[in-house]
């Protein structure tokens, strides 16, 4: 008895070891679903409704994914993942691709061995404070208490940008964004601090969002992108593109309402190659020819993710500033499909 | 088997690993813990070649490097310039102390509980039950959780305590104005020196000067209480009488205590909003606040019912005789039950104060910076480096609770009925 158990341990952890295989793309594909490790709950990026189904911004990136790879939008298993565990989670090969406003820096590019395949959304950190309190800036915030979400880069732009002031701060950390919420909703602290974007967000939750204002100062750069394992180039250039393709689809004009029209009639040979129309470039990505077009179907082209998820129309109300198109003055440009 | 003459054993041969009572059983536990070792090699050869495929590296240089983060809450000087491994320390001294305090007050409420369940007041002793069963079956996590929320959502902010426009505020300190509960923390009135000599370095330990004073001061006004009551013992047994000495010790410890606080010029500062926060008392976190609280409550819990089993276990004839020979109830309990009862509690006592100091761990429920939530979670988070973040905790805590067990192993040993 005991010889049995003890060799289906040895056998469970010896499949558990095999796992560990490099071709996330054949993986995926075998699987049938595309496993996305996404934020807890951040309304706008990440947040299931009622009903458990999951929609947002972030979400927008793991549907289009899974349309390429797989043909089906709705094939994804959403991974929640917080702050501390997200970084393991992908590392370890419970996610294949990490859509979670993570922060493109130095080091989790070359020693935490991730690879951040584009840029999402360019963001900054910023504060928020109730308005009764009186601050205007950031510069005001010496002595104050400050939620802080442990285990992100804002943790340390905290630090520095405090030091480098010279002010005083006591931070009050928290796990995810809705303990950050509650404590500072509860006065538990004076400020909240993450990237702008999640601030607005967070906001828009809020019963009385009149009341609390953002800070102007914007203390750091924060591009937010999609992530994967380092290692494995291919499944990296495939959400890379994959990103790219809904990126160049709004500045060619192509939408998910015109997506198969321009398909059959465009001209222009950069959206004939996107829409895979005149060259099979999905075979060169490991996909079929159709791979940009599901994308792009799955939840429309980036700027229309955008207005459907944060932007001006929704309660989240984000600007596009930085994430405007290169043609309007914002630093979305995606290479070229050539 | 075949006769063979007595005292005389049978030549050794290999099948009687197997066939052989007396080898078999030594043949099985080398088998086994030949497999064992092969697992283990196995599952480190297949984590480090895992790692390596990774690109990842087996190294601790990381400790060594610059943590750039905050700590809330920091027993010795920390700031975003020291290294991790400092970070790390302020982690394990904050483990220690949350661990240290909640076994001081675990055990102080198990031992009231415990025999207060026995008392023959019915209203006592069932409220004793309510209290030990409600804390020993909700998981420790909810109760960290619970009054967490109780401290969020019902103290006052700080802001609060400002009065508004006329003049009257929402809250206000209590205990004659000098206790400010918010939640955040309590802030609490501090000692402060007026005149501070500057700290006293001690190779890598630097001390303050007048805690180090006081300290010296208690110690050798100790050593010379002892050494009055020896020759008091002295006297008493040598000519009958006691002299009276309790004046020699109030002065022994008076004395030398006012003096170094006029000579420090020792006060008491009580704290006042100023700005967003309180300041100039001590700000007690309510994350350390409500860690102790919930451990000290659940751990009290299942001491009292240690208590409870090591004082049932002392024969009822002890308590009687003694009630015989005219003690009353309390000395009863403290000179004849209680040390009886100590031999019985000291062992499970052990495994609770291990319990308490792993429990600890949660702290991250309540954002207070223990050691999991310093090592095992910013840095582990900022650096990437899981496994030598996780394999140092463990070694830490390991280190931690053999030495705890080894401690309460000797003072086990001193209440050990002594066998002669």
Same mark, same amino acid.
């Given at each position: ?28 594909k075998a ?37 390429a ?7 994804v298993?959403y ?23 993570s ?5 989790r ?7 951040f ?23 005001e ?20 940008y ?29 400020a ?31 591009p ?40 059959k ?7 004939q190659r996107l ?5 099979d ?28 998820? =944060?932007?001006?129309?929704t309660? =989240? ?15 979305m440009?995606a290479?070229?499909?050539? | 088997m ?20 007396r ?42 490097n ?10 010795i000087p ?18 220690l ?16 509980v415990?025999?207060?369940r ?15 069963e409600?804390f ?9 959780l ?21 003049g009257?505020?929402?809250?206000s ?7 400010a ?30 805690l ?12 010379i ?19 009276v ?34 300041a100039?008392g ?11 609280l919930?451990?000290?409550?659940y ?18 004839g ?13 000395p ?15 062992p ?31 840095t ?8 030598e ?10 280190a ?21």
């Amino acid at each position: 008895m005991k010889t049995t158990v003890f060799l289906g341990t040895v056998a469970a952890a010896a499949l558990i070891g095999g796992m560990a295989a490099a071709d996330t793309l054949a993986d995926v594909k075998a699987r049938g679903v595309l496993n996305c490790g996404v934020n807890t709950g951040l309304v706008g990026f990440a947040a299931p409704d009622a009903n458990g189904n999951w929609s947002g911004f972030d979400i927008a990136v793991c549907k289009a994914v899974a349309a390429a790879v797989l043909g089906d939008a709705s094939k994804v298993k959403y991974i929640p993942t917080t702050g501390q565990t997200r970084f393991t989670a992908l590392a370890s090969g419970e996610v294949d691709v990490l859509a979670r406003n993570s922060t493109w820096t130095f080091q989790r590019d070359t020693d935490l061995k991730l690879d951040f395949v584009g840029v999402n959304y360019f963001d900054g950190q910023g504060f928020m404070v109730r308005k009764d309190l009186g601050v205007t800036s950031a510069k005001e915030l010496d002595g104050a208490t400050i939620c802080i979400q442990t285990g992100t880069s804002t943790e340390l732009n905290l630090a520095d940008y405090f030091k480098h002031n010279n002010m005083t701060y006591q931070p009050v950390n928290i796990d995810s964004n809705a303990e950050g919420e509650q404590q500072y909703m509860a006065g538990a602290c004076d400020a909240y601090t993450t990237d702008a974007s999640g601030l607005a967000a967070t906001r828009a939750a809020f019963a009385d969002p009149e009341n609390h204002i953002i800070l102007p100062e914007i203390i750091s750069k924060e591009p937010l992108g999609p992530a994967v394992r380092h290692g494995d180039n291919n499944w990296g250039d495939v959400v890379r593109w994959t990103l790219y393709a809904l990126i160049a689809a709004e500045e060619y004009g192509v939408t998910s309402a015109n997506l198969e029209e321009l398909a059959k009639s465009s001209t222009n040979p950069e959206v004939q190659r996107l829409l895979g129309a005149s060259d099979d470039y999905g075979k060169m990505l490991g996909l079929d020819k159709d791979w940009a077009k599901r994308a792009i179907a799955a939840s429309g082209n980036y700027g229309e993710i955008f207005a459907a998820t =944060i932007g001006e129309q929704t309660p =989240i109300g984000l600007a596009r500033g930085l994430n405007a198109q290169w043609t309007q003055g914002g630093l979305m440009y995606a290479m070229p499909f050539r | 088997m075949t006769d063979l003459p007595a005292g005389q054993d049978p030549p050794f041969r290999l099948s009687m690993l197997v066939r052989d009572r007396r080898y078999r059983s030594l043949t099985i536990q080398a088998g086994v813990f030949i497999l064992v070792m092969l697992f283990a090699a196995w599952l480190v050869s297949n984590t480090v070649e895992n790692l390596a495929r990774m690109g990842k590296t087996f190294d601790f240089g990381f400790l060594g490097n610059r943590s750039g983060y905050d700590i809330p809450f920091s027993l010795i000087p920390y700031s975003s310039d020291s290294t991790h491994l400092r970070a790390a320390g302020v982690g394990l001294l904050n483990t220690l102390l949350v661990s240290a305090l909640g076994c001081l007050f675990a055990t102080i409420i198990g031992v009231l509980v415990g025999v207060l369940r026995l008392s023959s007041n019915w209203l006592v002793s069932r409220l004793m039950t309510v209290y030990v069963e409600v804390f020993r079956n909700v998981p420790l996590l909810l109760w960290i959780l619970v009054i967490m929320a109780v401290f969020t959502e019902a103290m006052p902010a700080p802001r609060d305590y400002r009065p508004a426009a006329d003049g009257t505020a929402s809250a206000s300190m209590i205990l004659f104005d000098s206790v400010a509960p918010t939640n955040r923390y309590t802030s609490v009135p501090a000692l402060r020196v007026d005149h501070d000599p500057g700290p006293v370095v001690l190779g890598p330990l630097s001390l303050s000067a007048p805690l180090l004073a006081f300290l010296v001061a208690l110690a050798a006004a100790w050593l010379i209480h002892r050494w009055v009551r020896a020759r008091a013992q002295a006297r008493q047994d040598a000519t009958g009488i006691r002299p009276v000495t309790w004046w020699i010790t109030l002065a022994l410890y008076l004395v030398p205590l006012i003096a170094l606080s006029r000579l420090f010029g020792l006060h008491l500062v009580t704290p006042e909003l100023r700005g967003f926060n309180f300041a100039g008392g001590m700000n007690l976190d309510n994350g350390f606040v409500v860690l102790l609280l919930a451990l000290s409550l659940y751990t009290g819990a299942f001491i009292a019912e240690i208590v409870r089993a090591g004082i049932m276990a002392v024969s009822r004839g002890q308590s009687e005789a003694a009630a015989a020979l005219g003690l009353r109830a309390r000395p009863i309990m403290a000179l004849v039950v209680l040390p009886q009862a100590l031999r019985v509690i000291i062992p499970p006592l052990i495994s609770q104060f291990l319990n308490l100091t792993k429990n600890s761990s949660l702290a991250i429920a309540v954002g207070y910076p223990d050691l999991r939530a310093t090592l095992g979670g910013t840095t582990l988070n900022q650096t990437g480096r899981e496994m030598e973040s996780m394999l140092l905790m463990m070694a830490i805590y390991l280190a931690l609770s053999l030495v705890i067990s080894g401690v309460m192993n000797v003072y086990n040993a001193s209440v050990r009925l002594k066998e002669r």
